[in-house]
């Protein structure tokens, strides 16, 4: 409070009473009145500024700084990273996978028709063979038969 309240409280005061003598001991009461108050308003701006100095140290511990916050955006964006980079592993696998059985299943359709052809050709050759045979028995009997007109 500042001096010249004091000073207009005390001809305030000392109006309200009309006829009386102001003495040393209603000043001193005064004084102790208003230092009483003064006392009581100094108590009450402490208590005030220790619940504001609560209320702001708990607003910091809610609240994130704006490192924190840079910090776990970065953590966020590496796990992130992370995590798309494993999608796309797993998803290149993935497709090295089926193209893996679609050379695989190509591979086997390949095999059997090898092995068809195979047995196809190992057939026809049985077949020529039988026929190679059938053709010089053949031939040996004509040999045969014009040895036997030649030597008669």
């Given at each position: 409070?500042?001096?010249?309240?004091?000073?207009?409280?005390?001809?305030?005061?000392?109006?309200?009473?009309?006829?009386?003598?102001?003495?040393?001991?209603?000043?001193?009461?005064?004084?102790?009145?208003?230092?009483?108050e003064m006392r009581d308003?100094?108590?009450?701006?402490?208590?005030?500024?220790?619940?504001?100095?609560?209320?702001?140290?708990?607003?910091?511990?809610?609240?994130?700084?704006?490192?924190?916050?840079?910090?776990?955006?970065?953590?966020?964006?590496?796990?992130?990273?992370?995590v798309i980079q494993d999608?796309?592993?797993?998803?290149?696998?993935?497709?090295?996978?089926?193209?893996?059985?679609?050379?695989?299943?190509?591979?086997?359709?390949?095999?059997?028709?090898?092995?068809?052809?195979?047995?196809?050709?190992?057939?026809?050759?049985?077949?020529?063979?039988?026929?190679?045979?059938?053709?010089?028995?053949?031939?040996?009997?004509?040999?045969?038969?014009?040895?036997?007109?030649?030597?008669?």
């Amino acid at each position: 409070m500042s001096e010249e309240s004091v000073l207009n409280r005390l001809r305030h005061r000392a109006e309200k009473i009309p006829n009386a003598q102001y003495t040393a001991k209603d000043f001193q009461l005064e004084i102790l009145s208003e230092l009483a108050e003064m006392r009581d308003f100094a108590e009450s701006l402490e208590q005030n500024w220790r619940d504001e100095l609560k209320v702001i140290k708990e607003q910091r511990l809610l609240k994130f700084d704006s490192r924190t916050l840079v910090a776990l955006g970065a953590v966020a964006l590496s796990i992130s990273g992370y995590v798309i980079q494993d999608a796309r592993n797993t998803a290149r696998q993935d497709a090295d996978i089926e193209a893996t059985k679609a050379r695989v299943v190509r591979l086997e359709q390949i095999a059997t028709t090898n092995t068809e052809g195979r047995i196809r050709t190992e057939a026809e050759l049985e077949e020529l063979r039988q026929g190679q045979a059938e053709i010089k028995t053949m031939i040996q009997a004509h040999d045969d038969a014009n040895r036997k007109r030649q030597g008669k």
